[in-house]
């Protein structure tokens, strides 16, 4: 933790460690706050926090009610581990689950539009795609701790 603390304020050489490496004060803060592009990835974070605040909570109620509703114990519990299985993964596999799903030449979205005769899409090269993506990815990773303690709940009730 102290390390995290220091690092930041310090010219960092790994051949020197964190305690030889020369002090260059607020020099990296400073390079960072005069990036170009640092108003645009200050709003694209600010933007995309509210918008997962905003739907998240409508998309994993809605989902509990709906899982709520289905009567077939066995299929209910299908759907349950479905979604509360990326709750136990960390965000590293669940993006790298994202790549084997949206890869440009082996990706499962592009072998589908294939087998059906269309064109690929190279979502990598189109920042268009990206809100859409990282909404249903985030929910995706989310929805299933929501969905257990929002089921709970309503068994109460």
Do not use: H
Request: charged share 10%.
């Amino acid at each position: 933790m102290g390390a995290a603390l220091v690092i930041p304020f310090k010219e960092y050489k790994f051949s020197q460690g964190i305690l030889g490496s020369a002090w260059c004060g607020l020099k990296n803060f400073r390079w960072i706050l005069t990036s170009t592009s640092m108003g645009r990835v200050l709003r694209n974070t600010v933007a995309y926090g509210a918008w997962f605040m905003i739907i998240g909570p409508i998309v994993n109620v809605a989902v509990a009610l709906l899982l709520f509703e289905i009567r077939n114990r066995k299929a209910l519990k299908t759907y349950q581990t479905i979604i509360t299985f990326p709750n136990f993964m960390s965000m590293v596999i669940v993006g790298y689950v994202t790549y084997a799903i949206l890869s440009p030449r082996t990706g499962l979205l592009n072998q589908i539009l294939t087998g059906l005769g269309m064109e690929t899409v190279d979502v990598y090269m189109n920042a268009g795609y990206w809100p859409v993506i990282l909404t249903i990815v985030t929910l995706w990773k989310g929805v299933g701790l929501f969905f257990q303690k929002s089921c709970k709940l309503l068994y109460l009730l």
